[in-house]
Every structure is written in structure tokens, then in C-alpha cells.
């Protein structure tokens, strides 16, 4: 009794609070967001994952809503800033679950709050698709949160895919066979050159330079003289945004003329062809897509429309891809039971902006991993289970 | 002697019920309100446990994040081979041997360094254990998988929150307590009397910074994945500073009256402004330093003073201690 | 010799964040936790500026550093005097301008976040090599640390042969003896805090043609420019300079010889060596 009262004393604060008491006559489908709107994480989430929510929104309500079951369901977003951090994001998924009663909820950005939250979206049973993260161990990880599902491939995938790339360079003999190596020393950054290492090895590379940096370092000239000294042949960075631009700035003003230069995330962001135009010309990146896909074209048209800017050539098409399996997901089981819906996910395959997908033990089978700038678009090169992939070319001098 | 005995008598009785009362909560929701719970029993403790310190020195740590960061890695290092009390301990030596070692090199020249060092210290540590993980582990993020319920955090928080309690009455009991009280009052007076006010403060800020560290060591099992820049976040320092200035240190209850509307405002504000809750927040801050200067303790007391004065017309407050002096 | 100029360069950007602050902390008395957002906001501004309008950032100084005497006078007066006031001691106004210097901090970072979204912001501007002794560096940096050497010597000259910068010095080492000898310390500490806010801009404003930034950004700035102004001795202009070029090369040597991971661990031993052998701050006289 005393539950009940304060459970419906909390509901009627988070409905005051809402500011929705008198919307919510009609039957709507919930949808719970918790993201990064404050905070070091903000910038990233502003590029490929806010946008998404307001263009899926968007494109469901125009169309009249979501069909679950004979009734059509306009999705109603609840939106939370989880500060960037993982206290507040757990805070967050609990309030969506037990006071705004969501039907559903749209996973977290970034691996290290998706990884987080997983137990308690788990605990509520909610499905949990994640666009923006990926680990190396992620069997044992589906194993343990069996409702969550990874759609940007594993860490390794990325890591060997830009491997695979270089190695396909030097044996059509165009680069040689010096690496030199820097990542970002935080969970993305170690990650990656923890699979990264063996397999340059194993292909025969010879790691010529490696270094780390703490994140938020933007001076970063005395890894790009490194480099330089150690006179490699390509130079690859598991890099974050900021140190990205930093980085591909430094070797331009350096002179670092490599055969091969490749930058990790933010290295698909629109703005970066924006910033260095035609010096961004052959720069290898994390990402990629294939730029003739009628689907592409489309959604990046729109999201043009509708946000006012422009996505990205990696993850944004992924964050709308994994709304869009949810969607279709529910509209296969025509009821918002969540237990059914992730089962449905998880076998089922789904049309989408980056093409037909489904899942493999929870994995989605097709993904792009390295991308090339080739006039102002990064065209894929290199990724598990695509279509249209062009080939790797050298990359000419900085101009 | 005896009004004071059963003042405090007194206290303990409406503390003890308190936590008897507090202790309920989780049977009575699991869900949101429980997670709110947590919330507010952390800062509780975090809050009281820096004002142990901060209070009587008027030395604005801002080192809280690097604490709970040392707890919250205790946990995460050592969850294979030792039970989770253990930990605990683990946490509370390892924080405290830090703000022995901070303490040492900073406490003894003037306030300013202190405060900045401080500042830098859970940066610091952030960006040393980030390093060697890289370097020697090759990985960032630990897992931490306990069979901890929601339900057991709040309680192990209610317990600690109790504990620090606890212990500032003892300080304040004690010759340390009167020692401090003396150097927060004239610390060239208490050097003349013969106090070696370095030592004393550094042992102080050891015991504050031990309280922290176990907070953040019973928050592991909360976060599940473990990485650098969540647990060193340096929002967790001055979200403990705001909250305890907001309730007032000159009291040992007054972090406590700090926390709750502090966490129910912030709370409000993230729900209801999602999109504006910097500006929100910033105004509300704004809000607060001018409105309440002397923090909700301030205000309590002056409330308390007028409703007395009301009461009681004609008597002032110094005849009422007159009288209880001749009392006693 | 490439270790050192790119050190050198690097610390010409600390000084450029360490000097404003030196001047509101050490003159004005305020521990302005705010600072570097008044450094993002200059940041934007340039931005804005230079895509929209296509101002040089060089130029555009010239408007931000006048309105920034301006925004950052308007809040000394209206916010931060008033706790002045009230405060009966150093320790309790030290409490007060944090908590409000916060909320400020988290107000601004909001309003920026409302203007201008939370993404990454960068712009090309002078981002071409610039030969040194046969190594290259870039133009930019070098242009920002010259802007950064031209301030701080105009700044030096301001403070130390003017009579308003003695004024102003006074205030910094005694604000109650330079009462006595009819120095008007609020008007003195209001000025030295809009220019302090003026010389942060500037910093934002030379910053921002090499540096990636974002709204949220700015609590770092404000922690590299506090340890920079402790290291330099608080209100101690020549300190803080050095103690930026100091922190700057060693920083670049530990990245270059060591390990870049290990910057700031290097900050800090730095810190506490200052702290244990010259805690007057690097040029600072021992007190009496």
C-alpha cells in the first residue's frame, strides 16, 4: 500500500515535471533516451547521435507512427543528459524504466556507458542496440546480457581492417613496410592497439614508432616528429576527435609525407573534408560507406533537411540503422512486449540505411571499417560483409 | 555537565532513529527512488566525511574525486582475490595513504597550494593509472561483477554515512577536535600553544580521505565497467564541495542539510531541463551564494533563532545560557 | 633544438591562458573558475568571426579584447563586488567567488551550449609551415606566440612603469596598505579583473587558429592556468610567463624522450618542486 502511493506520488512528479499532463491522452509509443547533452562525450554525441533521434522521430511521426498491432503509435521521446558520465547515465535508465514507464530504450553513446548501463537495461529487459561502441570481448559480454547487440563490429574488426588495408598497399607495392603507431590512452585507444599489434605483426610489418598520449592532448607535434624520425612508411592513429584534427594538422605542418596516414574516430566527421579540403585527399579513416547506395543518399539528404547538418560517414548512419531495427522489430511483433522484440532482433532482418543486416550471435555481420577520402566523401576500402568497397590507393603528398 | 549528557542522549536517540527510519527505504521502492536513495547516501557521506576535514581547517579540498577514484580502483584491481569487505579496507588505506603523501608535501606551506594541488591530484592519478593500464595491462575498462543489489549499496552507504558521523563526534570530542578547533580559529596562536598543526591536519585530511575512498569503493559494483575518466571525474570533487559549503561546515550535520535539496534540485533540473540544465544549474548556484550566504545551516538556525525569540519574548539568547550554566 | 622551440611555442599558449587569471586571482582576489569558459567564449567568437564575417583572428582581437573589458567589468560590478563586500575575511570571500565563479562557469558553458551546439569547432587559419633553424613549425603557433610575447611585455610595461600598474601591484601585495596610501582598491581590483577577463579573450581568441575546442572545454584551460599562476607566484605577471615557458618545455621534453602519456604527471612533479623549494612562486621574494 505504502508502495503504491509512493510509486504513484513519484509518477505524478515525473509527469508534473514533464510538463506532459495534458498530451497524454492519446496512446503513444515511449521511447527513453539517456545520452551525453553536457560534458566531454557532448561533442561526439552532437555529431552522430543526437541528430539521429530527431531525424527517426521525425520520419516515424510524418509518416502517422509506428504500426504495433492493428494501432499506429506516434513515438513520444523522453530525453535525459547523462552528464558523460556513468553514475548519471544508470541514474537515468532506472528513471526511464520505473518512473516514465518507456516502452523502449534507445542505448547509450560511447562503450564505456553502454557497458554500464547493459546490467540494468538488462534487468528490465529492455533490448539494447548499440551504434557507438565496440570491445574486443564481446562473446563473452553477449553471453552474460544476451538482449544486447553490437552493430559497429569488435574492436579487432576495426584494427585488423586497417591491417588489411595496408597490407593490400604494400603488396601491390605502393607502401612500404614501416608503421609507425600512437592511440589515445583510454578504453578506445588501448582496445585497438591491443588487436592492432599481432596482426601488423603477423602481416609482416615493422613497427617502427609507438607511442600513446592522454586524452585531450591537442600538442602533439613531438609524435609527429617521431614518426618522422623513425621515417615510416604509414602512420596510423587510434585517435579521438580533437586529436584527429590535431594530429593531421601537425603532419601537414611537419612535412610528414607518408605513403599511408590513417586517423581513427572524428576522421569521418564531415567537418574534417570541411577543415582540410584537399589535403584531407586519400587520408585513411575508422568508417567509411559506400557512397553509391541509393539508401545513403537518401538519409543523408534528409538529414540535411531536418537537423540543419550534415552526418557523418561512420557511425551516424549506424545509430539511425539501429532505430530502425527497432522500429521494424516492433512492427513484426505488433506489441510492445519487450521480450519478443528481442528475440526478433535477434533473428530477424531488417531493411535499413546501411543496407539489408542481421544479426550473428548478436554481432551484425556488416560493417565498414576503413574508409579513404576521395573527393570530399569517405568511400569505404576495407569492412566485414559490404558491397561496393573500392580499392586502397597511395596517398599522394600533403599539398 | 548533566543538561549537556542529556542533549546528547538526546541526538543520539533521533540519529539512531533516523538511520532506523532511513534503512527502510529500499523495502519500501526498488526502483527509482531507491536509485535517488544511493545518490543521496554517497554524497551524505562524501560530503560529511570532506567537512571532517575542510570544516575546521577552512582548506577547500578539491581532491575528493581522486579518493573516490582510489576506492573505486581498489575494487576493481583486487575483486578476483579478496572478498569484498576486504576491499573496503583496502580502499580506506590506500585513500588515506595518499592524503598522507598529499598531505606531507602540501599541507604544510599556505591554503592557496593546497587547494590547487588538490585540484590536480585526481587529474593526476587519472592520468598515471591511465598510463601504466595502457602500458602494463593493455586494456582500460575493468569489469566489476558483484551479486550486490541496489539494495545492499544503499545500506552499506547508510552505514558509512553513520560511521563518519560517529567518528567527527569523537574528533570533536577529542584533544584532536580541540586542537583543530584552535588552529581554524588562529593557527599562529595554536603553533605558540605548542600544536604541531601540519600533523594534526594531515592526520585529519588521512581519516577524510579513507571515508571517500570507501564511498567510491562501494560504488564500483554500481558502475559495472570501470575506466579512468569515470572514476576520477573531477565533477564528483566539486559536486562535494557545492553541496557541503551549500549546507554550511561549521556543523557536523550541515553537508547533511546540503545534500538533499542540492541532489532533489539537481534532479529536478535534469529531468525537467534536459536540454538547459547548465544554465540552470548556473543560476541556481548564482542563486544560492547570494540568497543563502551562510548556507542552509545558516538559514536553519537563523529560522530557529527567530521562532525562539518568538516564543520565548523578553528572554534573550544570553540570559538563556546564563541560566544554563547555573543549571549545570 | 626541436624540442625546445616546440616547448617554447607550447608555453607561449600557457601564457596566453595563465595571464589573465594571474591578474583577477592575484589582484582582484578572485579564484575565477570560470576563466576558461571566458576563454571558450572568445574562442567562438573568433570562430564566428572569421567564418561568417572573414575577420582575421588578429584582427578581431582588437573588437573581442574592448568588449571583454566590458562583459568582464558588468560582472565584477553587478556579481562579484557585492560578495566582496560582504566577506569578512580572505577565507570566506575565497568560498564565496568559488561557488559563484561555478555557477557562472556552468552558465556560460550552457549559454554556449544553446548557441552554438556541442560539437567540435575548428577553423584553418595560418596552418602552414614556418621555418626554424631548418625545422617547421606551425605559422600559427608561432603567430600566437609572438601575439603572447608582445602582450606580456606590454603588460609588464603597463604594471611596472605606469602609476595605474603600480597602483595595481599594490592592491596585488597588500590590499589594505594600498588603502592607506589612497589607492582606490575596488576600482583597482574591478580594473584588474576586466583586464585579466580582456587578456583571457585574447588567449581564446590566439587559441582558437590552432586548437580544436568545444563548449565544454573550458575547466580544462582554467586548471592548466591555475597551476601555471601558483607556479609564478599569485598577481606575479614575469612569474607566471616563465613558469609557462618552464612547464612548456618540459612538457614537450617528456613527450618527445619519455612517454607523451606522461604529461601531466610532469606538470605536477614540477608543481611540487616549486611548491617545496619556492612556494613564493618562481620569482617571489621570501616573506618576512
Known amino acids: 500500500m505504502l508502495r503504491r502511493t509512493f510509486n504513484s506520488l513519484m509518477v505524478s512528479v515525473a509527469l508534473f515535471s514533464l510538463g506532459a499532463g495534458a498530451a497524454i491522452a492519446e496512446e503513444t509509443l515511449k521511447v527513453g533516451v539517456s545520452a551525453s547533452k553536457t560534458g566531454p562525450l557532448t561533442a561526439g554525441a552532437t555529431a552522430v547521435y543526437w541528430p539521429n533521434m530527431q531525424l527517426w522521430v521525425h520520419d516515424v511521426n510524418q509518416k502517422g507512427g509506428i504500426k504495433v498491432g492493428e494501432k499506429l503509435l506516434k513515438v513520444e521521446l523522453v530525453e535525459y543528459d547523462d552528464k558523460s558520465g556513468p553514475e548519471e547515465a544508470v541514474k537515468n535508465i532506472q528513471r526511464l524504466a520505473t518512473v516514465d514507464k518507456v516502452d523502449f530504450i534507445v542505448a547509450p553513446y560511447t562503450t564505456g556507458i553502454n557497458l554500464a548501463a547493459a546490467p540494468l537495461i538488462a534487468r528490465y529487459g529492455y533490448p539494447q542496440l548499440i551504434a557507438t561502441g565496440n570491445a574486443n570481448e564481446l562473446e563473452t559480454f553477449v553471453k552474460r546480457w544476451p538482449n544486447s547487440f553490437w552493430l559497429l563490429g569488435k574492436a579487432s574488426d576495426m584494427s585488423t581492417g586497417v591491417v588489411g588495408t595496408l597490407k593490400t598497399l604494400r603488396d601491390k607495392g605502393q607502401i612500404g613496410n614501416k608503421v609507425a603507431l600512437a592511440h589515445v590512452g583510454e578504453a578506445f585507444g588501448l582496445e585497438m592497439i591491443q588487436s592492432a599489434k599481432p596482426a601488423f605483426k603477423t602481416a609482416g610489418f615493422d613497427i617502427v614508432y609507438e607511442t600513446s598520449y592522454p586524452i585531450g592532448t591537442q600538442d602533439l607535434a613531438p609524435i609527429i616528429s617521431g614518426a618522422k624520425a623513425a621515417k615510416a612508411d604509414a602512420f596510423v592513429a587510434f585517435s579521438y576527435p580533437p586529436d584527429t584534427f590535431a594530429l593531421t594538422e601537425q603532419a601537414q605542418i611537419q612535412g610528414l609525407n607518408v605513403d599511408a596516414f590513417y586517423v581513427g574516430v572524428g576522421g569521418a566527421l564531415s567537418g574534417y573534408a570541411k577543415r582540410f579540403a584537399k589535403q584531407a585527399e586519400g587520408v585513411l579513416a575508422m568508417g567509411g560507406i559506400n557512397p553509391a547506395d541509393r539508401a545513403y543518399k537518401d538519409y543523408r539528404e534528409r538529414h540535411k533537411q531536418v537537423t540543419g547538418q550534415e552526418p557523418d560517414y561512420w557511425a551516424s548512419p549506424v545509430v539511425y540503422a539501429s532505430l530502425q531495427i527497432l522500429q521494424q522489430a516492433i512492427e513484426k511483433v505488433g506489441s510492445k512486449d519487450r521480450a519478443a522484440v528481442t528475440k526478433a532482433i535477434s533473428s530477424g532482418t531488417f531493411d535499413t540505411v546501411i543496407g539489408k543486416v542481421s544479426f550473428n550471435n548478436n554481432m551484425l555481420g556488416r560493417v565498414w571499417t576503413v574508409g579513404q577520402w576521395n573527393n570530399g566523401v569517405l568511400q569505404g576500402v576495407n569492412g566485414l560483409g559490404v558491397d561496393g568497397a573500392n580499392a586502397p590507393i597511395k596517398k599522394p603528398a600533403w599539398n | ?328 | 633544438m626541436q624540442i625546445l622551440v616546440t616547448g617554447l611555442l607550447l608555453g607561449g599558449t600557457y601564457a596566453l591562458i595563465a595571464l589573465g587569471l594571474t591578474l583577477q586571482y592575484g589582484v582582484a582576489r578572485i579564484m575565477n573558475l570560470a576563466n576558461g569558459e571566458t576563454l571558450v567564449a572568445a574562442c567562438f567568437v573568433a570562430f564566428w568571426l572569421f567564418t561568417v564575417v572573414e575577420v582575421n583572428p588578429l584582427i578581431g582581437m582588437l573588437a573581442i579584447a574592448p568588449i571583454a573589458v566590458a562583459l568582464n567589468w558588468l560582472i565584477y560590478a553587478g556579481l562579484l563586488q557585492p560578495l566582496v563586500r560582504r566577506a569578512r575575511n580572505r577565507g570566506m570571500l575565497e568560498v564565496d567567488t568559488i561557488l559563484a565563479t561555478f555557477g557562472l562557469l556552468f552558465l556560460f558553458q550552457g549559454l554556449m551550449l544553446l548557441g552554438f551546439g556541442g560539437g567540435y569547432f575548428s577553423y584553418k587559419f595560418l596552418a602552414e609551415p614556418f621555418l626554424i633553424l631548418g625545422d617547421s613549425y606551425g605559422l600559427n603557433r608561432v603567430v600566437a606566440f609572438i601575439a603572447a610575447a608582445s602582450i606580456a611585455a606590454l603588460l609588464y610595461l603597463f604594471l611596472y612603469f605606469t602609476r595605474y600598474g603600480t597602483a595595481i601591484r599594490a592592491v596585488a601585495v597588500d590590499p589594505t596598505s594600498a588603502q592607506l596610501v589612497a589607492i582606490d582598491v575596488p576600482r583597482m581590483a574591478g580594473f584588474a579583473f576586466a583586464l585579466g577577463g580582456a587578456l583571457t579573450a585574447c588567449g581564446g581568441t590566439l587559441l582558437s587558429t590552432f586548437y580544436t575546442f568545444n563548449a565544454s572545454m573550458g575547466v580544462v584551460f582554467t586548471m592548466k592556468a591555475l597551476i601555471i599562476v601558483i607556479m609564478g607566484g599569485v598577481g606575479d605577471v614575469r612569474g607566471a610567463t616563465i613558469a609557462a615557458l618552464i612547464l612548456g618545455v618540459a612538457e614537450t621534453t617528456v613527450a618527445s624522450l619519455i612517454d607523451p602519456g606522461l604529461t601531466l604527471a610532469t606538470n605536477y612533479a614540477l608543481f611540487i618542486l616549486v611548491l617545496l623549494f619556492r612556494p613564493q612562486g618562481i620569482l617571489g621574494r621570501a616573506s618576512a
Open chain 2, 1 to 328: 555537565m548533566m543538561g549537556l549528557h542529556r542533549n546528547e542522549m538526546v541526538v543520539a536517540a533521533f540519529g539512531l532513529a533516523a538511520v532506523a527510519l532511513l534503512s527502510l527505504l529500499p523495502l519500501v521502492s526498488e526502483g527509482f527512488a531507491l536509485s535517488l536513495g544511493v545518490n543521496l547516501m554517497l554524497y551524505a557521506a562524501m560530503c560529511t566525511a570532506w567537512a571532517l576535514f575542510s570544516g575546521p581547517t577552512r582548506l577547500v579540498s578539491l581532491a575528493s574525486a581522486a579518493f573516490f577514484g582510489v576506492g573505486t580502483y581498489s575494487v576493481a584491481l583486487g575483486l578476483d582475490s579478496l572478498p569484498f569487505g576486504a576491499l573496503l579496507l583496502v580502499a580506506a588505506l590506500s585513500s588515506a595513504a595518499l592524503a598522507g603523501l598529499v598531505g606531507a608535501a602540501t599541507l604544510r606551506l599556505s591554503g592557496v597550494y593546497f587547494v590547487i594541488f588538490s585540484l590536480g591530484l585526481a587529474e593526476l592519478i587519472r592520468q598515471i593509472v591511465a598510463w601504466s593500464q595502457s602500458r602494463f595491462a593493455h586494456k582500460m575498462g575493468l569489469y566489476v561483477f558483484t551479486d550486490l543489489t541496489e539494495r545492499d549499496l544503499y545500506w552499506m552507504l547508510l552505514a558509512l554515512t553513520s560511521l563518519v558521523f560517529v567518528v567527527g563526534w569523537l574528533i570533536n570530542r577529542s584533544r584532536l577536535g580541540f586542537a583543530l578547533r584552535i588552529i581554524g580559529d588562529d593557527e599562529t596562536v595554536a603553533r605558540h600553544v605548542g600544536i604541531a598543526t601540519a600533523r594534526t591536519k594531515i592526520i585529519l585530511f588521512m581519516i577524510s580521505g579513507a571515508f571517500i575512498g570507501i564511498a567510491g569503493a562501494i560504488s564500483a559494483p554500481r558502475y559495472a565497467y570501470i575506466e579512468p575518466q569515470a572514476a576520477f571525474n573531477p565533477m564528483i570533487s566539486f559536486q562535494v564541495v557545492i553541496i557541503a559549503l551549500l549546507g554550511g561546515t561549521r556543523r557536523l550535520w550541515g553537508p547533511l542539510v546540503g545534500v538533499v535539496p542540492f541532489i532533489i534540485l539537481m534532479e529536478f533540473i535534469t529531468s525537467r531541463f534536459p536540454n538547459h540544465s547548465s544554465v540552470v544549474v548556473g543560476v541556481a548556484f548564482l542563486a544560492i551564494v547570494y540568497l543563502l550566504p551562510d548556507g542552509v545551516t545558516g538559514l536553519l538556525e537563523r529560522l530557529r533563532d527567530r521562532i525562539l525569540r518568538r516564543a520565548e519574548p523578553g528572554v534573550s539568547s544570553t540570559t538563556r545560557n546564563e541560566i544554563g550554566e547555573k543549571a549545570a
